[in-house]
């Protein structure tokens, strides 16, 4: 990819990042040699393999050096929000052998990240020197999805059609095999017995984490990505068809049931859903942020209309190059005190972009965002990007196996601290 009128930090990289793709290549005709650990003896049952490693994420490992700060001219008005988009250098940089359709950090951690790479995943400590990961092994497909709980379990999904619960303080892991493959996997944020799954023949199921069915329906269309509101009331999925479909829990959180659906556009498949409760002056707007095959990412208010029926109202709509293969987006995590919020996406043309957004909804028309940086530096089409707890990284990864952990610029009196 041509590197032409990149912003200072990442000329300052683009070296680093040369020499890695250079090695990478040179990788091709030498396959890794990776040795194989047994699951440990206390764990016999354990279909799965882990290992630890203090030598860094194979096959390649970088941590450059950050460069200085970007200089830019801010006004009175943007000064707070602007400098809240500002990127220093590279954190870390990691190239997989297989593509990274999936990352993740995990909830309310500043440097757990979770890598999905072919049939393997991995946990990536990228604070502590060097770099720490966990490796989880298992699967005989690529991982398509996968989720945290809040407490010590994970949650993987992969084509060859089955579901893998880990225990991350045993080590130990569950393995639930279904008759399709697996698209989407979702824990329920307060009820952490209770997972969600999707697969390929529109099929959606209910699991506890011993592995028993709950419940399961067929919905019309392959539901593509799903997110639960915050409360955990309601399961929100995108489907192949253009439409977002919802879920209602009963008063126990023990189970769910289908409620009704919404045209967010006819036949072009949504890829990524996040829902996200927006505060502003003391009121509390439910939205949906979701990307579609039409090279939009696009925001919706939620009202609702009664128990089970939402109407979606248009908010804000950003335009991202996206005409065939999955690209996510994110919220960034923490609560704006100012009239903008933020939005990272990957795209089809090999950058993360950020656009900012008016947090007050328009009543009458969609509110305009605005670009503000567009990061440089992928080989690959970015297909997820995941904000750490205070926002300080930002990862994304792309489909040439390439994961760049991005260091933002921040001051204590930038941003609000997490509780």
């Known amino acids: 990819m041509a590197m032409t009128n990149l912003p200072p930090f990442t000329e300052a990289v683009s070296s680093t990042l040369r020499s890695a793709r250079g090695d990478r290549s040179r990788r091709k005709s030498e396959p890794l040699k990776r040795e194989k650990i047994h699951p440990r003896a206390s764990v016999p049952e354990t279909p799965s393999k882990f290992r630890d490693s203090t030598t860094g994420v194979p096959p390649k490992s970088l941590t450059p050096d950050a460069a200085p700060p970007v200089k830019r001219q801010l006004t009175a008005s943007s000064r707070g929000q602007t400098a809240r988009s500002m990127f220093i250098g590279v954190h870390h940089c990691v190239i997989m052998n297989d593509p990274v359709r999936r990352i993740k950090f995990k909830p309310k951690s500043r440097g757990l990240l979770g890598i999905a790479s072919g049939s393997t995943f991995r946990i990536c400590d990228l604070f502590h020197s060097p770099p720490y990961e966990t490796l989880f092994e298992g699967h005989k497909l690529p991982i398509v999805d996968f989720d945290w709980s809040n407490s010590d379990h994970l949650i993987t999904g992969s084509s060859d059609k089955t579901v893998r619960i880990y225990n991350l303080t045993e080590k130990s892991t569950k393995a639930i095999l279904l008759s399709n493959e697996v698209i989407a996997v979702r824990f329920h944020p307060l009820n952490h017995n209770l997972i969600a799954v999707s697969t390929l023949h529109s099929m959606i199921y209910f699991f506890n984490q011993s592995g028993k069915v709950i419940s399961h329906c067929k919905i019309s269309s392959t539901a593509?990505?799903?997110?639960?509101?915050?409360?955990?009331?309601?399961?929100?999925?995108?489907?192949?068809?253009?439409?977002?479909?919802?879920?209602?829990?009963t008063k126990d959180f023990q189970d769910f049931k289908y409620a009704g659906s919404n045209v967010?556009?006819?036949?072009?498949s949504i890829n990524s859903i996040s829902y996200r409760d927006l505060h502003t002056n003391a009121l509390r707007i439910p939205s949906l942020l979701v990307n579609l095959v039409d090279s939009t990412i696009k925001l919706f208010r939620i009202n609702r209309d009664s128990e089970t029926t939402f109407s979606f109202y248009p908010w804000v709509e950003c335009p991202v190059l996206n005409i065939s293969e999955v690209v996510r987006s994110s919220f960034a995590p923490l609560p704006s005190e100012s009239e903008e919020g933020f939005i990272a996406t990957g795209s089809e043309n090999q950058t993360v972009i950020i656009y900012v957004y008016p947090t007050t909804p328009s009543r009458d028309s969609i509110s305009k965002s605005r670009q503000v940086d567009a990061l440089q530096g992928h080989t690959g089409i970015v297909n997820d990007v995941s904000w750490n707890c205070d926002e300080t990284l930002l990862a994304s990864s792309d489909s040439s196996g390439m994961v760049i952990v991005w260091k933002r610029w921040k001051k204590p009196s930038d941003f609000q601290t997490p509780t």
């Not at 990505?225 to 829990?249: E, I, N, P, Y």
């Open 264 to 268: 967010v556009s006819v036949n072009r």
């Open 224 to 249: 593509r990505c799903m997110d639960f509101s915050t409360d955990g009331t309601l399961l929100f999925f995108g489907c192949a068809d253009g439409k977002v479909r919802w879920f209602k829990c």
